[in-house]
């Protein structure tokens, strides 16, 4: 079995006003520039890299972050191939689906690959499954579960840092090296039990089964008002399976909710809320199949939120009586 360890840097809009933003913005917001990897044989010798540029079509002016952080020019994304030529070149490359195992560091790769790959309305069944070797090295190295960053492990490890982060070939060597120190073949065993499945991608990349957008929204309280996100209607039969939904909070702006159709079986639905035009919000909701380990892990979030909600009413409840102790 070899290891194709896979690193990618995108482009993301100069603007959320910019024309191409308003255009492309609903279906690609991380639009891939850089394909970088590097091929393990089962002995986790290198035997082979992979690099290309794809010039971008939806955002085609890069974005000084971008800039900044990679080591590409406006001028190597103009000259870079178009996205469905290396994605053709790079499976050519990778070889046979069953005689690798796709790993990547981080979560982030592998669903923006994919959100890349439905825009082009090209195959994404080869993604599955993958592998974040972050998962594996903080089991295996006994660290707390918080990501880590790629230049930390390395200097973790000691190893030499004579490239520079952020080009994609770059980081997929350094990947690499961290891989051959790690008992990749456990890892990847384990895995199913050091993940939590609620994360985007983790079980498997998919298009959803449906998307909900809604923009120039006045503020956020007034999201969770409108029926596009209140309400859910079974994607399969068209029952109107809940309303008033109540959101459970995955992080920051992101939501979740568990539904169930008595035919169709259990749907998880994410509510992400960002930034739109001025002062407005921008929502999007998707849904997608659910099995019982989502269903089970959407179950202790909610209960861990429910807690959290109940603590923070005591706290305000305990202010509120100790204000009224005090004698006026
Ligand atoms: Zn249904």
């Given at each position: 079995m070899n290891y194709i360890v896979l690193d990618l840097e995108w482009n993301q809009p100069l603007s959320k006003?910019?024309?191409?933003?308003?255009?492309?913005?609903?279906?690609?917001?991380?639009?891939?520039?850089?394909?970088?990897?590097?091929?393990?044989?089962?002995?986790?010798?290198?035997?082979?890299?992979?690099?290309?540029?794809v010039a971008p079509k939806c955002y085609r002016k890069l974005h000084?972050?971008?800039?900044?952080?990679?080591?590409?020019t406006q001028r190597d994304v103009d000259a870079g191939l178009p996205f469905p030529v290396?994605?053709?070149?790079?499976?050519?490359?990778?070889?046979?689906?069953?005689?690798?195992?796709?790993?990547?560091?981080?979560?982030?790769?592998?669903?923006?690959?994919?959100?890349?790959?439905?825009?082009?309305?090209?195959?994404i069944s080869w993604l599955n499954p993958w592998y974040n070797l972050q998962v594996i090295f903080n089991d295996q190295e006994g660290q707390d579960a918080n990501q880590k960053g790629l230049s930390s492990v390395i200097e973790?490890?000691?190893?030499?840092?004579?490239s520079q982060f952020h080009d994609a070939l770059n980081d997929a060597r350094y990947t690499a090296m961290i891989a051959a120190r790690?008992?990749?073949?456990?890892?990847?065993?384990?895995?199913?039990?050091?993940?939590?499945p609620l994360i985007l991608g983790v079980k498997g990349v998919a298009?959803?089964?449906?998307?909900?957008?809604a923009q120039e929204i006045p503020n956020k309280k007034?999201?969770?008002m409108m029926p596009e996100f209140s309400e859910f209607h079974c994607p399969v039969c068209g029952g109107k399976i809940s309303q008033n939904i109540q959101w459970v909070r995955q992080n920051g702006d992101k939501h979740l909710h568990l539904a169930s159709c008595p035919q169709d079986g259990a749907f998880l639905l994410r509510l992400r809320i960002l930034k739109g035009s001025g002062e407005t919000f921008m929502a999007m909701r998707t849904a997608e199949k659910a099995d019982?380990?989502?269903?089970?892990?959407?179950?202790?979030?909610?209960?861990k939120e429910l807690e959290r909600a109940e603590l923070l009413k005591l706290k305000k409840n305990a202010k509120t009586e100790e204000k009224q102790e005090i004698p006026s």
């Amino acid at each position: 079995m070899n290891y194709i360890v896979l690193d990618l840097e995108w482009n993301q809009p100069l603007s959320k006003e910019a024309p191409s933003y308003q255009k492309y913005g609903n279906y690609l917001t991380s639009e891939i520039i850089q394909f970088g990897a590097i091929k393990l044989d089962g002995s986790k010798k290198i035997i082979d890299s992979f690099r290309s540029v794809v010039a971008p079509k939806c955002y085609r002016k890069l974005h000084h972050h971008v800039k900044r952080l990679t080591s590409l020019t406006q001028r190597d994304v103009d000259a870079g191939l178009p996205f469905p030529v290396v994605v053709k070149r790079f499976r050519k490359w990778c070889g046979p689906e069953e005689s690798y195992a796709l790993l990547t560091w981080g979560y982030d790769d592998i669903p923006a690959l994919g959100s890349n790959l439905v825009f082009y309305q090209q195959d994404i069944s080869w993604l599955n499954p993958w592998y974040n070797l972050q998962v594996i090295f903080n089991d295996q190295e006994g660290q707390d579960a918080n990501q880590k960053g790629l230049s930390s492990v390395i200097e973790y490890y000691h190893l030499q840092q004579n490239s520079q982060f952020h080009d994609a070939l770059n980081d997929a060597r350094y990947t690499a090296m961290i891989a051959a120190r790690l008992d990749v073949e456990k890892g990847i065993q384990k895995y199913p039990s050091l993940v939590n499945p609620l994360i985007l991608g983790v079980k498997g990349v998919a298009p959803p089964l449906e998307t909900v957008r809604a923009q120039e929204i006045p503020n956020k309280k007034a999201i969770f008002m409108m029926p596009e996100f209140s309400e859910f209607h079974c994607p399969v039969c068209g029952g109107k399976i809940s309303q008033n939904i109540q959101w459970v909070r995955q992080n920051g702006d992101k939501h979740l909710h568990l539904a169930s159709c008595p035919q169709d079986g259990a749907f998880l639905l994410r509510l992400r809320i960002l930034k739109g035009s001025g002062e407005t919000f921008m929502a999007m909701r998707t849904a997608e199949k659910a099995d019982e380990e989502i269903a089970a892990a959407y179950r202790v979030r909610e209960a861990k939120e429910l807690e959290r909600a109940e603590l923070l009413k005591l706290k305000k409840n305990a202010k509120t009586e100790e204000k009224q102790e005090i004698p006026s």
